[in-house]
């Protein structure tokens, strides 16, 4: 399943797993700007519910924390392909027993998702200023840049909730209390359009992918970005509208830059763990350099 708008490690102990090894689900793509069909569990998918889950012990997720760093976004595409293969290999034997996360920032990129249109770049895109990747996400394109803190979530759905609308909308619920509770900054969803918004400026872009009801991409939070090479793309196909970033709204705030990362870093970790109900544990990145060269 691919779902856009323009937008491993070690094993916890045992968990209980709430579905079933046999269950497959094909791949689905989705238009950038529209709220992607609500995709409701079938007889043979059993989804959890959330009134058991407060029951138990928060789900485990490994975070592996590079926020500080600029990693080229193809090596970040192939880790998370390289955890989404393991995920994978784990779920077969039932022993998925832990959530995953990367966070981190990108040197300048342009990324397009599956069925991109290569008319939203107002540029020659066999002579691109910087490097461009056509990417398995759904959407359109969009830009990736230092400033911007990028979440890839690497949810089991199964363990959560399997609905792909639900899960889209949980992300932007992140960003608005993000900026809600640190910042007093009033953000919205915007009918029809996914990401989140102040005002007549998208601050956070959400595409994302879902393999075997495993979810990889994420979303993209403008806290410092320098949005000039925005101006270069249509971003996410939506022509009438602009793109903000936190620096921006805040105008005269007293934070620097690199405070005003580390604080939104710190609120977006934490805003994570509470929305998706998860324990946040910090690992090593593993060593995924032979991925890079498959």
Same mark, same amino acid.
């Not at 966070?103 to 910087?130: C, N």
């Not at 994420?218 to 620096?247: E, K, M, Y």
């Given at each position: ?136 996400? $759904? !959407?359109?394109?969009?830009? %990736?840049?230092?400033?911007?803190? @990028?979440? /890839?979530?690497? &949810? ?94 805040? $105008? !005269?705030?007293?934070?620097? %830059?690199?405070?005003?990362?580390? @604080?939104? /870093?710190?609120? &977006? ?26």
């Amino acid at each position: 399943m691919i779902l856009g708008t323009c937008n491993l490690g070690l094993l916890s102990p045992p968990h209980e797993g709430p579905y079933r090894r046999s269950v497959r689900t094909r791949n689905r793509s989705h238009s950038c700007n529209a709220f992607p069909r609500t995709l409701r569990a079938s007889s043979d998918l059993v989804a959890v519910d959330p009134s058991l889950m407060k029951s138990h012990r928060k789900r485990r997720c490994e975070c592996f924390d590079m926020h500080k760093e600029l990693v080229p976004y193809k090596e970040a595409w192939m880790w998370q392909k390289s955890i989404l293969e393991r995920r994978h290999t784990l779920m077969e034997r039932d022993e998925d027993h832990s959530d995953m996360m990367i966070i981190l920032q990108h040197p300048p990129v342009y990324t397009l998702g599956t069925a991109s249109l290569e008319e939203y770049m107002k540029f020659d895109v066999r002579d691109s200023p910087i490097d461009v990747y056509r990417t398995e996400r $759904g !959407g359109e394109v969009t830009y %990736h840049g230092p400033g911007q803190l @990028v979440m /890839y979530p690497i &949810l089991n759905l199964r363990y959560h909730k399997m609905d792909l609308h639900w899960y889209l909308r949980s992300l932007e619920e992140v960003v608005i209390r993000v900026l809600s509770s640190n910042f007093s900054i009033k953000a919205t969803r915007l009918k029809g359009l996914t990401g989140v918004w102040v005002g007549n400026q998208k601050v956070a872009a959400i595409g994302i992918r879902v393999s075997q009801w495993i979810t990889y991409h994420g979303l993209a939070l403008n806290v410092t970005t320098d949005l000039t090479p925005f101006q270069h793309i249509v971003p996410c196909g939506i022509r009438d509208r602009d793109v903000g970033s936190l620096s921006g709204l805040l $105008g !005269g705030s007293s934070f620097d %830059h690199n405070r005003l990362v580390e @604080v939104a /870093y710190e609120a &977006l970790m934490n805003e994570f763990s509470n929305v998706f109900q998860l324990s946040l544990e910090f690992e090593q990145i593993p060593d995924l350099k032979s991925s890079e060269k498959d």
